[in-house]
């Protein structure tokens, strides 16, 4: 391992970077391997941040492609269409940071989920996919994400709390707003994962709180996991690894994550629900375990403490199955120096 110093946190040396993306870093992961070097996976990165690895560049698909690049991905997170489950939601008095779970919804009961005009797959604009592939340096590929998954858009669309009344008073209506929003889904990523720049597939949708499941098991069972299966499958038909984005805690379901949806890899994980450390040991000979250095950690640990746990990380994981980066995404709050700190565990360490 080597020491940490001032110079790994230096943003200069990621902008000069000249380390080549290699997609296949990550195919190796996903399959529980040991890729050539260690190998860094990011959901999103803050448009403050992205600036300053990329540069001054205007086109927002160009920015978002060079930020990865310079960072050190052999990928670049898209959302390549304007598909979308309009709703009334919206971010509370503190702006874009925070979304009321029962705040804006506008699907009620029988009569106003019939008169919801459905956005459609085919009606929308795909062309963003080919405009990262003109732009990616070789080697890169896309991890195409959806505009949220099945579970959230039911819960935007519905209501937290209308939607737990709804499973007790019309679980009809429940199913029908779960098929209407799942065979959406399942269209966008056959769109998407057809693609041939596109490597990955990502379904991002927040399934828990801190302590269990927004809904029970057995409702997660009967009207969220047979729709991500159907989504997965998609993936899986066109050779592409499926790699799912979740908060909360998920104990009670893994085995429907691993075994009925067959997700490659998992996303997503807090130190006060269960350690990155801790999950790869419990689960990680299943299922490739992504990111996961906690954003809380990230954001009020120093620098040096920040490196060493990723590099013992690193260490930890050495045999496979495994790629850095943080518990869930890089707000903007996290100091930029801590996330270099972290990237910089896989930039200047090798596997021997």
């Excluded at 896309?142 to 679980?171: F, H, Q, T």
């Excluded at 930890?316 to 995404?329: E, I």
């Excluded at 270099?340 to 565990?345: C, E, H, L, N, T």
Aim: aromatic share 12%; charged share 25%; net charge negative.
């Amino acid at each position: 391992m080597k020491p940490f110093n001032k110079e790994m946190i230096d943003p200069g040396y990621y902008r000069n970077s000249t380390r080549k993306p290699d997609i296949n870093n990550l195919l190796q992961v996903l399959r529980r391997k040991r890729p050539g070097r260690p190998t860094l996976f990011e959901l999103f990165l803050n448009e403050p941040l992205a600036e300053k690895l990329a540069g001054p560049i205007s086109d927002p698909i160009a920015r978002n492609i060079e930020s990865f690049h310079k960072a050190g991905y052999d990928y670049v997170t898209a959302l390549p269409s304007n598909f979308a489950f309009p709703s009334g939601q919206h971010a509370t008095s503190e702006g874009a940071k925070t979304i009321s779970l029962s705040d804006g919804f506008c699907i009620t009961d029988r009569e106003s989920f019939e008169d919801y005009q459905w956005m459609e797959v085919g009606d929308s604009d795909f062309s963003a996919l080919d405009a990262y592939a003109e732009q990616m340096p070789d080697g890169m590929k896309m991890m195409v994400v959806g505009p949220c998954g099945v579970l959230e858009n039911v819960i935007s669309l519905a209501g937290y709390e209308n939607l737990c009344m709804m499973l007790a008073d019309d679980p009809e209506l429940v199913q029908d707003l779960f098929d209407h929003v799942g065979s959406r889904l399942v269209q966008y990523y056959e769109k998407c994962v057809s693609h041939e720049a596109v490597g990955i597939q990502m379904i991002n949708d927040d399934w828990g709180f801190k302590t269990q499941t927004m809904l029970s098991t057995d409702q997660m069972r009967e009207y969220v996991v047979p729709w991500h299966k159907k989504i997965a499958e998609a993936g899986h038909r066109y050779g592409k690894p499926v790699v799912m984005h979740s908060c909360g805690n998920l104990e009670r379901v893994y085995d429907d994550i691993i075994d009925v949806i067959k997700f490659d890899g998992k996303h997503s994980y807090e130190d006060t629900i269960i350690p990155v450390e801790d999950a790869y040991e419990r689960y990680g000979g299943r299922i490739a375990i992504m990111g996961g250095i906690d954003v809380d950690f990230l954001c009020r640990s120093e620098p040096e403490k920040i490196y060493n746990r990723c590099t013992a990380m690193l260490e930890r994981t050495r045999n496979g199955g495994y790629a850095l980066g943080s518990g869930n995404s890089v707000p903007y709050y996290v100091p930029h120096e801590n996330y270099y700190a972290m990237i910089a565990a896989a930039h200047f360490n090798v596997y021997d």
